[in-house]
């Protein structure tokens, strides 16, 4: 047994409620188990139980065995001397207060097939572990927890948001851009793209917004790749490196190791110098553009904002190295739609809930509901098991608890879990 799970049966009164007792032999009635905190301190908050013919209300405390309370050192803690009840699964020692009075301690009779299930839960091999009991789950009650999913996964990336918005000294649009950048890079190039953004700040930028050429050459000198190309006869490269040159010199930079980039296993769509190409034309083609989306949440607007083309050169190219056929290489939908829920919805969400907004939180959630789910592998998985995600919102929803919950084995904490511990077969 584990601890976890102990609190878990005490949570949920999976134990038998008849003939109760104390270690002590006293009779106890639970008429309300408490809250669970989920913080420091003792277990359970504001339980309500009877034992004998008195009643208590106060805290409650879980553990495996009678003397963990000292391995815990709560006897030193004085928040631990008004516990109303230790609940245990082995007696192995009685505890007292600081005025010698005993402490109470039951040794919760949970259900006898609860930790089996629990067991055979930690064990299974599948996608998710309680496959079985999807077929379970009500409509609501799935789709009331990817509501909770959402809300928690949103508040998980405003989180790690927080620290280049500190690092920035709260500049919004310099963080934006930053976070941007980061999420053109994908997976594979995300950790390039963020330290290409944060070594070439926005308002440098913004110097030279009315010069897609000069913001290429600001980006591309400034990402290494540059440096990689040791001769070529290549016109716009060469113009290219030269003027990279130039504003390296005049803005004294020091460019990235180009080699850091990723291209392997990459579709040439997602080649960095086509994403780099495509973000220089966003650059230059916007100004102040998370003001703009805090003006304006509409989906459609927020969508023409994204929609830029690269220069002419990348029409026929995808690396420096080659030509291709002419392809047309603006941010297409798909990607549109990947860089406002990983980037623009989370961050609208940070930016209300600092600035006390909770209209703008609101909206960010909507924004997800607007965009259609999102198409891979974990998500199609869900699909064989007919929990089909019906917008970004749920897809979301769904890779966090898979990858938070189900992954994690956090089988306890999840509403689904709950179901499985709890079915009959």
């Not at 549109?336 to 961050?347: D, E, G, V």
Request: include cysteine; charged fraction near 20%.
């Amino acid at each position: 047994m584990k601890e976890a799970l102990l609190q878990y049966a005490w949570q949920h009164k999976l134990f038998y409620t008849n003939n109760l007792q104390t270690i002590n032999g006293e009779s106890i009635e639970v008429i309300d188990v408490g809250q669970l905190n989920n913080d420091a301190g003792p277990d359970f908050f504001n339980a309500k139980i009877k034992i004998g013919d008195t009643l208590w209300v106060g805290n409650i405390e879980v553990h495996i065995r009678s003397s963990d309370w000292f391995r815990h050192h709560h006897e030193q803690n004085s928040i631990y001397q008004s516990i109303i009840l230790h609940v245990i699964n082995e007696y192995d020692i009685p505890l007292k207060r600081v005025d010698g009075e005993e402490i109470p301690q039951l040794v919760l009779p949970y259900f006898s097939d609860l930790e089996e299930k629990y067991e055979q839960l930690l064990q299974k091999n599948a996608f998710v572990a309680c496959s079985h009991a999807l077929d379970r789950v009500e409509p609501i009650t799935f789709h009331s927890w990817l509501n909770a999913l959402m809300i928690e996964r949103l508040e998980q990336k405003a989180t790690q948001m927080e620290q280049v918005l500190n690092l920035t000294q709260h500049n919004w649009e310099e963080s934006f851009y930053i976070l941007l950048a980061r999420n053109f890079g994908l997976n594979l190039n995300g950790d390039p793209f963020e330290q290409l953004a944060k070594s070439l700040p926005n308002n440098l930028l913004a110097k030279h917004k009315n010069n897609l050429f000069q913001i290429e050459a600001l980006l591309f000198g400034q990402s290494g790749l540059l440096d990689e190309i040791v001769e070529t006869k290549d016109e716009y490269v060469q113009r290219l490196q030269n003027e990279s040159l130039f504003l390296r010199k005049k803005y004294a930079l020091t460019p990235m190791n180009g080699q850091i980039w990723k291209m392997l296993r990459l579709r040439p769509i997602n080649f960095p110098t086509v994403r780099i190409a495509q973000l220089a034309a966003l650059i230059h083609q916007s100004s102040n553009l998370f003001s703009k989306i805090v003006d304006n949440q509409d989906i459609d607007y927020l969508i023409s904002l994204f929609r830029c083309e690269p220069s002419l050169y990348w029409k026929t190219h995808y690396s420096f190295h080659q030509s291709s056929r002419s392809t047309n290489k603006a941010l297409g939908d798909k990607t549109i739609q990947l860089l406002i829920i990983n980037t623009l919805a989370p961050f609208l969400f940070l930016y209300g809930k600092y600035k006390a907004l909770p209209k703008l939180q609101e909206n960010a959630l909507e924004l997800l509901e607007k965009l259609p789910s999102e198409q891979n592998h974990v998500i199609e998985k869900w699909a064989t098991l007919n929990m089909v995600a019906r917008s970004a919102f749920e897809s979301q929803a769904m890779l966090h608890l898979k990858k938070n919950y189900c992954d994690a084995r956090k089988c306890l904490q999840c509403r689904i879990g709950h179901i499985a511990l709890t079915i009959n077969d």
